[in-house]
């Protein structure tokens, strides 16, 4: 691939117009008279409700906007490739996964709680979500950049993301909501660590990991099965702002992670992430010292460390900001052969909650949006038909139903001929494999509990064993800056939760924010 050429310019390239020139028109291609003057009953008098020119310019700009997503309302994005430099085809059959292969790709960035003009600094999550173009359909790896997540149950999502919002009252931020639910819900001890240290505010989009943070299944040719995590490594090195640094990258520019990503591919200053996998034997699953599938713990490194798979490199900007990053609608349930869900609980909530939101905010047909089309978008064979904005329409000869007598055909399992209900097609291996003897019955219990799944020893592990002494002590910095505002009792929840974390740490935010009170 040269340097001037990309495989992402063909997605790139979809839906744009060829550059205005001449007189204007109405969106219905006939000319416009004056852009300027709108016509009136006389010079001083009203506007006329048959000026349709006008009428039509008002109530698009009306509607210019689609609903910011709920969560992740505030993001940037770019284009680029997937490259693939090792072979990986003994654990998964992907076609974007073989060696060689390059495939175009999308990426957003984003923050969690923040609204649409919110600033890029506040400390927080940083959504780190993907798309890959495959010849098989769309891949999204939907992410961000912390291995874990605050809670492992997709009941409490809009739960966690109220608390973080603003206050129905005032409309508000509150320290005081925050704090509360993270106490009350102990699980989310380690992702509250990993936020209140330096991960929570990077300098740049470009200078911090990523991760799928969810477990995947991976199947090779032969349908064996294993369990993966994926991992994204900046090659630009990590980078962070302190807390006072991001509080005052935030007045002086809201934009700067935008800003800054879109200037660097510009210059030619193409950022790269390095793709590694941690790769879990399908058995090791049921006596894991962990649940593996439980989003808010990770995987030992020492236990199952992580293979090289290749490099994504981003050397395209949105030709179309709207377009092109507003309207990219990711979403995890967009899977390819060779790649399959979890048990994961977060996971699983998010395939059905991500495509809704979609719906919602952009409408049925979103997927026929240029951004949102596969690369095989020819080969689309769907009984899915009409509803609002359709853009693509199926063959007028084709039926509407299945199973029916034409060509148009069935699923790959179907035999394209009747409904039969008595055909027992076996396990789902297109979206995962269930370790027996979990998932046979419905119920509403917890996690299957391993060995070590206690809530705070992975958070105590990660602020004993991987922070260094200067990372501790803005930990407990930010934690107590973070506080500001919290009630007395939600102040007293919070010294026993960092208490459970460590002792010392808990020791620490005790000082620091009887000094800041």
Not at 438 to 465: M, W
Not at 486 to 497: G, I, N, T
């Amino acid at each position: 691939m040269t340097q001037d050429s990309s495989a992402a310019d063909h997605i790139l390239g979809r839906g744009n117009r060829a550059a205005g020139e001449g007189q204007t028109t109405r969106p219905s291609g006939q000319p416009v008279a004056s852009e300027n003057r709108s016509v009136t009953a006389g010079p001083q008098g009203p506007n006329v409700l048959n000026d349709v020119h006008l009428i039509e310019k008002l109530a698009h700009f009306n509607r210019e906007r689609v609903p910011e997503r709920t969560p992740h309302a505030k993001g940037h994005g770019a284009f680029g490739e997937l490259h693939i430099t090792e072979d990986v085809s003994q654990y998964t059959k992907a076609k974007l996964f073989q060696k060689g292969t390059v495939t175009p790709m999308a990426i957003r960035f984003s923050t969690v709680a923040g609204e649409q003009g919110s600033p890029d600094t506040w400390r927080d999550v940083h959504g780190f979500a993907m798309r890959f173009y495959t010849e098989d359909g769309n891949y999204d790896i939907v992410g961000n950049n912390t291995p874990t997540f605050f809670i492992r149950d997709a009941i409490k999502f809009p739960d966690f993301i109220h608390s973080q919002k603003r206050l129905g009252t005032n409309g508000l931020r509150n320290a005081d909501m925050q704090w509360d639910f993270w106490t009350r819900s102990p699980e989310s001890a380690h992702q509250v660590t990993y936020l209140m240290g330096d991960r929570g505010t990077p300098k740049t989009s470009r200078h911090q990991d990523g991760f799928g943070s969810h477990t995947f299944q991976w199947s090779n040719g032969e349908g064996k099965p294993v369990w993966i995590k994926y991992h994204f490594k900046t090659r630009q090195g990590w980078d962070c702002f302190t807390d006072a640094e991001a509080a005052e990258m935030a007045g002086q520019n809201a934009d700067h992670h935008r800003e800054d990503l879109y200037n660097a591919i510009e210059r030619g200053d193409y950022p790269v992430w390095d793709v590694k996998v941690q790769i879990m034997p399908f058995e090791d699953a049921e006596n894991y010292r962990f649940n593996p599938f439980d989003l808010t713990k990770t995987w030992s490194q020492k236990d199952y460390p992580l293979h090289d798979v290749g490099y994504f490199v981003l050397n395209r900007n949105p030709r179309n900001f709207f377009a092109q990053i507003e309207q990219l609608a990711l979403d995890p349930a967009n899977l390819v052969p060779g790649v399959g869900l979890s048990p994961d609980r977060m996971l699983q909530g998010r395939v059905f909650a991500y495509s809704d939101q979609q719906r919602y905010r952009i409408g049925t047909n979103y997927k026929q949006l240029p951004v949102n089309q596969p690369l095989n978008a020819d080969k689309v064979n769907t009984y899915e038909h009409e509803g609002p904005m359709s853009f693509l329409f199926n063959d007028p000869q084709d039926p509407v139903y299945s199973p029916n007598r034409y060509d148009k055909g069935a699923g790959y399992l179907d035999d394209g001929e009747t409904s039969n209900q008595h055909d027992d097609f076996g396990q789902a291996s297109d979206l995962y494999v269930n370790p027996d003897p979990h998932g046979t019955d419905l119920s509403r219990a917890p996690y299957v509990k391993h060995a070590e799944d206690d809530d705070f020893i992975q958070p105590g592990i990660l602020y004993r064993e991987v922070m260094d002494d200067g990372e501790k002590e803005r930990l407990a910095d930010n934690i107590t800056n973070a506080m500001a505002g919290v009630s007395e009792q939600v102040e007293q929840q919070v010294y026993h939760y960092w208490d459970q974390v460590d002792e010392n740490l808990g020791k620490r935010v005790r000082e620091l924010f009887a000094e800041k009170k």
